[in-house]
């Protein structure tokens, strides 16, 4: 009843009016209970839904072997090393990791000794966020604490339980990193999210399965509100929640809290990692890891890598990175079918990130000044893709047959110009916004064009995003034909992926 009692302070002109805002900000803002009927209720920032384009950063002791076979996971180095197994597309022998590292550190180098040997010493959080800008993100996610436990923040928690500074201000940097790339980013439009991982590989609570309870009320509970209260960030980024249920814990507690009472309460935002029961069902948005051909009823997130590898993965060359068409052509399929692309970068023990890494971010920024239009705001169009004839490829069908960990970047290549013998093609993605249709076309467009299932008006217009030409079209029995004459060279507005603008669509 607070904000009641500060409206009936106003006088009397204006204290009808601002009576009932107050009651509406109250009842807007409302208490959710810890049960996922309460908590799913909560939207999505309306802003997220329109961002379509973010960054994830992972980024920690790992970075600095940064050593994995190429398609594995290099920020998994030490439960690699330690468990002496090893999973990946290449199908690596278990012991590789653990033999790379006795090779080159000795069998007596602990993983812990790179928390020393992470310095940053080249960590520029401006050059970061600039980078971030011109890379047409419109924000971040970055990763405060991965499953080795170690934190980017100054953090004591980390400390007590691994018996050793383990945190960023301690050891290593002896800076607060977190807080540095906040505020560096909180200098631009882009949005600031962190990463947590709920559960410690080697967390002396979290080995003991009988001290699981301890871990999540002792250490896991306190140290995650710990991080929102004083980063507040826009996004809390959960992982590492496979081992257990969301009971177990505790996270519909924690994100009621979260709703309720942090000080970031009215604005964050949550993904669905909260326990091994929630992934796609529960929490805020959905989140998928290399997947291809997902949709669901609202915005959603597929996350992956540059390469295959999340952390820097020295043994990655220019072929295992994906060219700027495939990074294209995967945003392109992902906001047709009304996802976010949260596209990873790692940077290396230094803080340096890869110019390979910062060259591709550069080149989505330039295409997204052209295309930008096709991409932020939008919503799904009735139909999400344009096939030609023939069998569809399907990513869970492709991950089977070629017995893939991840289907790469490069399976859409598959679904657009460089298709199997006698395979169907997506010839063109489709994205919404009002009464306008944005056409997403992999191949620069040229002579006459079928574009199914549209229905134009006479008001309707056809025009090529970074030019002022117009086309003519007409109506056909399965939709509408455009037609587009031979462009010259300086008349291209851009490479990769072309953008036809149709205005008016019924």
Not at 427 to 448: H, Q, R, S
Request: some cysteine; aromatic content about 14%; glycine content about 8%.
């Amino acid at each position: 009843m607070k904000c009641l009692k500060r409206q009936f302070s106003l006088n009397s002109a204006i204290l009808i009016p601002a009576l009932f805002a107050g009651l509406a900000i109250c009842v807007s803002a409302g208490t959710y209970e810890p049960t996922w009927e309460s908590l799913d209720k909560r939207p999505l920032p309306q802003w997220f839904n329109d961002a379509k384009f973010g960054v994830f950063i992972h980024w920690g002791p790992y970075s600095v072997p940064a050593w994995a076979p190429v398609g594995t996971y290099s920020e998994w180095y030490q439960y690699w090393m330690q468990n002496k197994t090893c999973g990946g597309n290449s199908h690596p022998k278990p012991t590789v990791v653990t033999e790379y590292h006795e090779k080159n550190y000795g069998k007596d180098f602990s993983y812990y000794e790179f928390g020393d040997m992470f310095k940053a010493q080249d960590f520029d959080p401006a050059a970061w966020a600039e980078l971030f800008v011109q890379s047409g993100a419109k924000y971040i996610v970055l990763t405060s604490k991965h499953h080795d436990g170690f934190c980017l923040w100054p953090n004591q928690h980390a400390n007590k339980a691994f018996g050793r500074p383990w945190n960023s201000m301690d050891a290593g940097a002896k800076r607060d990193l977190v807080g540095e790339l906040k505020a560096a980013v909180e200098k631009t439009p882009v949005k600031f999210g962190l990463y947590y991982s709920l559960y410690e590989w080697y967390n002396p609570l979290w080995k003991d399965p009988a001290q699981h309870s301890r871990f999540v009320d002792e250490h896991f509970l306190p140290q995650v509100k710990e991080l929102v209260t004083r980063y507040q960030p826009a996004i809390l980024w959960g992982d590492g929640d496979w081992m257990m249920e969301d009971t177990a814990w505790k996270t519909p507690e924690l994100l009621a809290w979260l709703y309720n009472e942090s000080p970031c309460k009215d604005t964050i935002m949550v993904n669905d990692r909260w326990g091994k029961n929630c992934r796609l069902k529960h929490g805020g948005c959905p989140t998928t890891e290399y997947d291809s051909g997902t949709t669901f009823d609202k915005a959603w997130e597929e996350c992956r890598g540059i390469g295959f590898s999340f952390g820097y993965n020295r043994n990655e060359d220019v072929q295992d990175y994906n060219s700027i068409k495939v990074l294209i052509l995967v945003l392109a399929d992902i906001v047709s079918h009304g996802g976010n692309l949260l596209l990873d970068i790692g940077p290396d023990g230094t803080g340096k990130i890869p110019p390979i890494m910062q060259e591709r971010l550069l080149q989505i920024g330039q295409w997204l000044k052209v295309n930008g239009e096709a991409i932020y705001g939008t919503h799904k169009w009735r139909t999400l893709v344009q096939w030609s004839a023939g069998e569809q490829l399907d990513g869970k069908a492709y991950k089977k047959l070629k017995k893939l960990s991840y289907v790469g970047g490069d399976f859409v290549l598959k679904q657009t110009i460089d298709p199997e013998p006698g395979m169907a093609v997506k010839e063109i993605f489709f994205t919404a916004k009002g009464n306008d249709v944005y056409a997403i076309l992999p191949k620069l467009p040229e002579g006459k064009i079928l574009i199914k299932d549209v229905v134009p008006q006479k008001k309707t217009r056809v025009s090529l995003l970074g030019t002022d030409k117009e086309f003519r079209w007409k109506n056909v029995k399965d939709g509408m034909q455009v037609t587009v004459p031979a462009l010259l060279a300086k008349e291209v507005p851009c490479e990769h992926a072309y953008v036809l603008k149709l205005t008016n669509v019924k």
